[in-house]
């Protein structure tokens, strides 16, 4: 289980703000419920002050804690002033998040820039993402998004970036990319590209290190959140799941399937495996 501090528990089980706003200056939408994670911010701007601010959210107790904190914080300060409001200081003002949870605070920030371009009237992306090319297939995570998190916070590995925007932890095509966007981002060269792996498994092997890698690896991730998973059955690449808990009946259980499932044996055991629920 994640450990939360007591504020960002206050935050989600009596969440500061929530609704839509009917008269709302901007929204500011981030985020996909397919994807797990979505935020809609809404901010009332008279005089160039905020005066008010309320959210909807899909998502996690992080997710919803970090839009309640986020509500709290822009209220009465200047458009300028909240501008400048990083993913930092919403997870500052939770008394910090598992460094599993930070892309909550991420997509609060994102959701506070599309709305105030809006008010401006600057471009903005779609709600489902932000400007700039689709990198991360499987959770809608731009290059853009990417710089931006590398720079602001500093990162360093495909992980990293992984905890803060969710890309790279799904099927993992897109690390290579990623990891050139570090680079990029910190004004680096570009690591060389990861050697294939010389020898293909036996069927037998391939089965019982599938068997290993969803026991030790994707179970206990499932877990944390609620959910379970177990092994229907194998069939050459295929490989077929129940998925139990709060898994079950998910709104992103397709993503849970095809992105983390598929995404951990793709890179542990076999580039080709497809996964697909029972």
Known sequence: MWEYTDIVKEHFLNPKNVGEMKDASCVGEVGSIAC?????LFLKIEDGIIRDASFQTFGCASAIASSSALTELVKGKTVDEAMKITNKDIAAALGGLPKEKMH??????EAL????KSWRGEAVGTSEHSEGEIVCECFGVT???ILHAVRENDLKTIEDVTYYTKAGGGCAKCHE???ALIAQARGEASPAPAPTPAKRLTNLQRMKLIEEVL??????RLQLDGGDIE???IDG?????????RCTGCPASQATVQGTVQGILREKVDPEIVVREA
């Open 36 to 40: 797990g994670d979505a935020l809609k």
């Open 104 to 109: 909550c605070s991420v997509m609060g920030q």
């Open 113 to 116: 820039e599309a709305a105030i």
């Open 143 to 145: 290059d853009e998004q």
């Open 177 to 179: 990319k990623i990891e």
């Open 215 to 220: 026991e030790k690896e994707i179970r206990p």
């Open 231 to 233: 092994l229907a059955d």
């Open 237 to 245: 690449l295929t490989v077929v799941v129940n998925l139990r808990g």
